[in-house]
């Protein structure tokens, strides 16, 4: 009995080392993959973090002062986890309300389809059938090569209205629409092997919405040593939509999660909406590990739309979940809506431009 309450105890403090050293890591705000790695897996975290408690308490105290020291931490650190985690759960307040248009009413409703394929999956036929029954007005498909777009070019029939961009590098984009699309193209903001869409989806009532679409590179090993290039990638384009004040989406898989630090100052400088925030975390990947799940696709509008319907679609042979997102546009609810974002100040504005400046000055090192 003694050697296993030893071994409990033991196992008890590397859990909640490890534990405390992830949740300490991302604030030092350090760019490095093996730092920003730890933004992603907090619900995991606050898990490990909470086992870890738990087994403090519970088991036979050390002599001296170290159990209460140790068992005070992990208690802090549970509630500053959780903390950056409960707006993405149904206790918060939604930052999005729920739409007061009736469904039937597609003249001012935008329907999209989100879907990182998996470029190695030789599956189409699973997201053609999400496509079939949800008829989205818009579909966006990351990691898409020219088998992709030869796989879902027959969507050309009824999605009329297109702009590509397939690549045998994990990184092609794939966009149909239903609706006209205006000043579409693509284009490649900070690396030369790296797309993104902007343009304008012309409602059925005439009404003009921007549009940006993004798969940004993570920082992860074979990919990116620091998160420098995807941070700035998605501030360019927090601060083109800054300066305009129509109708706003920007969709993708962003490679980030909403909760992390250059999320949230995108938000804010972009003053858009996260209509996950009180209504879950819709984790989109990893589609294959069930304990190992994070947001990683994301749809952020402006306050222009109220949410009709959001959902997770099931597994389509890709490690990432679709996401199908229905917003009805109800400018009536702008101020009351537009009031819920956190106000952009000095330090935000410093910080973006200095985050834009290292991610060129990176990109600019690698295109060379």
Not at 52 to 63: F, Q
Not at 147 to 166: F, I, M, R, V
């Amino acid at each position: 009995m003694t050697f296993l309450l030893n071994l409990a105890q033991r196992l008890t403090w590397l859990l909640g080392a490890l534990a405390l050293v992830a949740t300490l890591l991302p604030l030092l705000r350090q760019t490095a993959w093996w730092v920003r790695v730890f933004d992603f897996p907090r619900l995991q975290i606050v898990a490990v973090l909470a086992l870890s408690l738990a087994g403090a308490l519970l088991l036979p105290p050390l002599p001296g002062p170290w159990q209460a020291v140790f068992a005070g931490a992990l208690a802090v650190a549970v509630g500053y986890q959780a903390r950056r985690v409960w707006p993405y759960t149904p206790l918060h307040r939604k930052q999005v309300a729920d739409a007061a248009r009736l469904p039937d009413d597609d003249d001012h409703h935008l329907s999209l389809l989100v879907t990182n394929v998996l470029m190695y999956n030789r599956d189409p036929a699973r997201i053609l059938g999400h496509i079939r029954l949800r008829q989205p007005d818009v579909v966006l498909a990351v990691e898409t090569d020219a088998w992709w777009l030869a796989q879902l070019q027959s969507l050309e029939q009824t999605y009329p209205y297109t702009c590509h961009a397939p690549l045998p590098n994990t990184y092609g984009m794939l966009v149909f629409s239903r609706l006209p699309l205006r000043q579409a193209e693509i284009r490649y903001l900070l690396e030369a092997d790296i797309p993104s869409f902007h343009g304008q989806a012309l409602l059925r009532c005439g009404l003009p919405v921007n549009l940006h679409f993004l798969h940004p590179r993570p920082p992860a090993p074979g990919e990116a040593k620091s998160s420098v290039r995807r941070d700035a990638e998605l501030l360019v384009v927090g601060r083109a939509i800054e300066h305009h004040d129509g109708p706003t989406v920007v969709a993708g898989d962003l490679n980030d999660v909403a909760w992390s630090h250059t999320s949230e100052l995108f938000r804010r400088l972009s003053r858009l909406l996260d209509p996950r925030i009180g209504r879950g975390l819709l984790p989109t990947f990893h589609a294959n590990f069930r304990l190992l799940r994070w947001p990683l696709d994301h749809v952020f509008h402006s306050a222009h739309f109220r949410l009709q319907h959001l959902e997770r679609l099931t597994y389509m042979g890709s490690d990432h979940f679709p996401i199908f997102i229905r917003l009805s546009y109800e400018p009536e609810g702008w101020r009351e809506q537009a009031a819920a974002l956190e106000v952009l100040d000095a330090e935000d504005r410093l910080e973006t431009r200095v985050k834009v400046k290292e991610g060129l000055a990176d990109a600019h090192q690698k295109n060379a």
